[in-house]
């Protein structure tokens, strides 16, 4: 008896050791697939965003959607705020967060006037509510015709804490009183400190 309860424990052990390296939730998706790669913070409102090589230190509000499902941005009364995609994660949290400003106004340059500056490995800070800092590294850069938005590549879910930063760029349209391309910087979470 003692040698087949020892060996029903061995198969108890071996089941669970393989059902963790096969961890899979009640609809069959692969858990494990859904970690998050990184570090991630819990959710709290971004205040303000830092980005040193271009001398941004300017104040976060939340925006949303226009009617026509375009995204918001800080109204041309406040060319150095900075809008958060409300709708989004916050800054720091697992998926793609949105800050979006603008490149200049009827005055002049506005607060993302010198996005296209950053390069791979710059650094981006956000000021958070709940006391914490989170820090970006940049990855990468693009600037796309606003007709052709890698919306999926922006918005689209991802399993670390991203960062987007979008601003206009190209040419003016003086028709339609906008730019015709957009400026976007990719970045992604890789320090979080408390607020100073």
Known sequence: MAGSSGAGYLVALGLVAVAALHMHDAAGRDRAADAPEGRVLPAAEPLRVEIPRIGVRAPVRGVGRNHDGTLQVPPL???????????????GSRGAAVLVGHYDDLRGPAVFHRL??????????????????AVFTVDASEQVAKSAFPTHRVYGPVRH??????????????????????????????????AA
Request: charged letters at 35%; a positive charge.
């Open 77 to 91: 009364s406040r060319p150095q705020e900075v809008g958060w995609y409300r709708h989004g994660p916050p800054p």
């Open 161 to 194: 804490a991203g960062l987007r930063l979008i601003t206009c760029g190209g040419t003016f349209d003086r028709a339609r009183r906008s730019y015709r391309d957009n400026l976007i910087v990719y970045a992604r979470l890789t320090d979080a400190r408390p």
């Open 116 to 133: 296209g500056e950053l390069r791979r490995g710059d650094v981006v800070r956000v000021v958070r509510r709940d006391g914490r800092v």
